[in-house]
Nanobody, 123 residues
Framework: QVQLVESGGGLVQPGGSLRLSCAAS????????IGWFRQAPGKEREGVSY????????YYADSVKGRFTISRDNAKNTVYLQMNSLKPEDTAVYYC????????????????WGQGTQVTVSS
């Protein structure tokens, strides 16, 4: 049974850091591209980052470029999202998903999702 479980969210002050984890089970993570999305209240879900299974290349949305870093630990079957210099506009529920393509362009190219983890950036 394919399962993705996010963890690591919480409340942090502006300028702070968090590391999100996406633990995979039921499949071998290094064969799949894994992405992070987020959804803020009243807004559509937006893509944040992904790491490709093809060549390990990464993608970042312009809004997080230079602040967020995605990585994977195949031995632990886990993908991480290191988030630094957090801003109030980063507040959202963060989801990880498994993509069916190497370089996904849209949410429709994902077949499994985790339940999400809340990130709140506030003083």
């Amino acid at each position: 049974q394919v399962q993705l479980v996010e963890s690591g969210g919480g409340l942090v002050q502006p300028g702070g850091s968090l590391r999100l984890s996406c633990a995979a089970s039921g499949f071998t993570l290094d064969y799949w591209t894994i992405g992070w999305f987020r959804q803020a209240p009243g807004k559509e879900r937006e893509g944040v980052s992904y790491i490709s299974s093809s060549d390990g290349s990464t993608y970042y949305a312009d809004s997080v470029k230079g602040r967020f870093t995605i990585s994977r630990d195949n031995a632990k079957n886990t993908v991480y999202l290191q988030m630094n210099s957090l801003k109030p506009e980063d507040t959202a529920v963060y989801y990880c998903g498994r993509a069916t393509t190497y370089y996904p362009l849209s949410e429709g190219e994902y077949d499994y999702w985790g339940q999400g983890t809340q990130v709140t950036v506030s003083s």
